[in-house]
């Protein structure tokens, strides 16, 4: 390969690199018109310069990447992995993604200050919906974004699938919150999901066991306090926090009362907000039952937003634990989701392994089985479930990272 540059201007570096850091880095650079070469020379210089401990990065299946540098960078660079006791590979993929957090796409600059919310519902128990929120989760934060993820069942499945503690009986939880008897900053009460593929980005705000007496709390302070709307109460509670997040995910309990208008009313387009930003996934499975708890909660939301004057986007259905060896029934009703036409079916993810074991495990799936066919699937469903104006990048960078 002859250099496109002067003779010693450059010398061609070979290497590896993840491939999602690959197609974010292609990406960026396009939007800020730089010469790939040329960002990673500045990613390489901010690392080595740099004082400030990076979090590892994870290289499991780093492809090859070359570039071109400014003779002795590469060398010198070496030399810095080698002080800091890290392999070539891992210095360049912290350095990367180090100058994508620095480097934020100028899209980013045109976003809404609201985030993007997901609310991940279906009156049926036992069809996923608290896989596909914590699928959807880590997808986005795989991707580099900023994700909270509320665990509004409480039975506390989502929290107890990622090791993540209910918070017990009277004390500050959600539910005070959304009563207006919180007692400090509902921040306090997040938990971080410790693993690097993330690098902090996915946060959950646990259940409560209180949660089981929320439709009546709510009930009882719509009646005591003038103006209060329970519809509002989820974003009342959860307004504060939206400046910290790109996305925000809802799993919703598997009911049709007032917590779930209250998640409805929070996943609404709001004023100025696009159409399919916001508002509602559906898991649903291949047999009769799921359609008939799919009628109930789409009639829900359609008696809300003639209620309200709402407009409350369906962003697709999810079609789990589909498995064709169950014969007509199974596929006799996925034909029947796929022909619905809108909302439209964002993926079909098969009954496997990989998500009860991560379950059992305690693991974001993403984490235990970053390449299985399931993961896979979560990726497709939260790109299918993307804003427009994200929609590019997140779909290469979503299906890099599965690679």
Not at 21 to 26: E, G, I, T, V, Y
Not at 266 to 285: F, Q, T
Not at 365 to 378: F, G, K, R, T
Request: proline share 5%; charged share 25%; net charge negative.
């Amino acid at each position: 390969m002859a250099s496109p540059y002067p003779e010693g201007d450059r010398e061609k570096v070979a290497s590896k690199l993840p491939s999602a850091l690959q197609h974010a880095l292609k990406i960026r650079a396009a939007e800020l018109s730089l010469d790939i070469q040329n960002a990673v020379e500045a990613a390489i210089q901010a690392w080595r310069a740099s004082d400030r401990p990076s979090s590892d990065v994870d290289t499991a299946g780093a492809r090859s990447f070359s570039t071109w540098l400014p003779p002795g960078l590469y060398e010198d660079f070496k030399g810095t992995c080698t002080t800091r006791g890290v392999s070539y590979t891992q210095g360049l993929a912290q350095s990367v993604r180090d100058w994508l957090g620095a480097n934020p796409s100028p899209q980013d600059s045109d976003r809404a200050i609201d985030p993007e919310r997901k609310i991940v519902g279906n009156q049926k128990g036992g069809v996923g919906k608290t896989a596909v929120s914590a699928g959807m989760a880590e997808a986005y934060a795989e991707a580099g974004l900023r994700v909270l993820i509320v665990d509004f069942d409480p039975q506390g499945h989502l929290s107890e699938q990622l090791g993540v503690p209910q918070i017990e009986p009277d004390h500050d939880s959600l539910v005070s919150h959304m009563c207006g008897e919180g007692e400090g900053d509902l921040r306090d009460l997040i938990m971080v999901i410790e693993d690097q593929r993330f690098d902090k980005r996915l946060h959950v705000l646990p259940a409560c066991f209180d949660g089981f007496l929320l439709d009546a709390k709510i009930a009882v302070v719509g009646m005591q306090k003038r103006g209060f709307q329970k519809e509002a109460a989820l974003e009342m509670a959860l307004r504060p926090l939206e400046s910290d997040y790109d996305v925000i995910i809802v799993d919703c309990p598997p009911s049709l009362g007032i917590a779930m208008d209250a998640a409805l009313y929070y996943g609404r387009r709001r004023r100025g907000e696009a159409a399919k930003v916001s508002g509602v996934v559906i898991p649903v499975l291949a047999e009769d039952s799921s359609m008939t708890a799919y009628s109930m909660l789409a009639q829900q939301i359609d008696d809300l937003c003639e209620d309200l004057s709402l407009e409350i986007d369906h962003l697709g259905l999810v079609v789990n634990l589909y498995d064709s060896r169950r014969g007509y029934v199974a596929t006799s009703t996925l034909e029947s989701w796929k022909s619905i036409g809108d909302p439209r079916v964002l993926a079909v993810i098969g009954d496997l392994k990989e998500q009860r074991e991560a379950v059992r495990k305690r693991m974001p799936l993403l984490s235990y089985a970053p390449i299985s066919d399931q993961a896979e699937a979560m990726r497709q469903v939260a790109q299918g479930a993307t804003s427009s104006h994200r929609a590019g990048v997140m779909r290469d960078v979503v299906k890099g990272a599965a690679k």
